[in-house]
């Protein structure tokens, strides 16, 4: 999907969003024995993480080829079993590329902001999901700043957002130690002149341990 203009990956990475929102309400998913309801909330996060860097025109691979993976097997049907044969409790599989990753969930916030944005939960429910699984046993949470506003400004306003997201975890359930740290505007995703906004700069990074 890469090889697509923006505008024709956004459409198909909405279609793929869509398509898990609508999976993940569907009681014949959500009561299912099987792995799909996983992948349909794995497919929500990870596309809509894809929509938030296309907002900016940005083609993230990561979290595309990851929402191209879930959807892909949110579609998936099971394979029926022998009436015969025992069933046994399976845990979803957790595909390799989510476990090998460091950074674990990104965040964006409006300007001047440390209101958490509209996906925060389901970042974070993200995140919740694969700890266990992919044997993540710390995280660090990271807020940063874009170029408008003092030095000393942004490093508040960075630890602000840094401490709204660790709150969030805490309150869903993310086991192991988080810690909160703040960069201010001196670590940005994409350079610019001092004062200058920029939304991919105005973040809040999870990474994991």
Request: glycine residues 8%; contains cysteine.
């Amino acid at each position: 999907m890469l090889a697509l203009d923006t505008a024709s990956l956004r459409s198909e990475i909405q279609q793929r969003y869509d398509r898990a929102l609508a999976r993940s309400t569907d009681p014949a998913v959500v009561g299912a024995d099987d792995s799909r309801y996983n992948w349909a909330n794995e497919a929500k996060v990870q596309c809509g993480i894809a929509l938030g860097f296309l907002k900016s025109s940005t083609k993230d691979e990561t979290s595309i080829a990851n929402c191209a993976l879930a959807a892909s097997l949110m579609d998936r049907e099971p394979t029926p079993m022998a009436p015969s044969q025992p069933v046994a409790p399976v845990m979803p599989a957790v595909p390799n590329e989510v476990c090998s990753q460091k950074l674990a969930g990104i965040l964006f916030f409006d300007f001047d902001s440390a209101q958490l944005p509209a996906d925060a939960q389901q970042t974070v429910s993200f995140v919740t999901t694969n700890a266990g699984p992919c044997g993540w046993t710390g995280f660090d949470v990271v807020g940063h700043a874009d170029r408008a506003g003092s030095d000393a400004y942004n490093e508040g306003l960075s630890e602000r957002r840094a401490q709204a997201v660790a709150a969030m975890m805490t309150s869903l359930g993310v086991g192991g130690s988080i810690t909160t740290s703040a960069r201010g505007e001196t670590n940005p995703r994409v350079p610019t002149e001092d004062g200058v906004r920029n939304p991919q700069n105005r973040r809040v990074e999870i990474t994991v341990r």
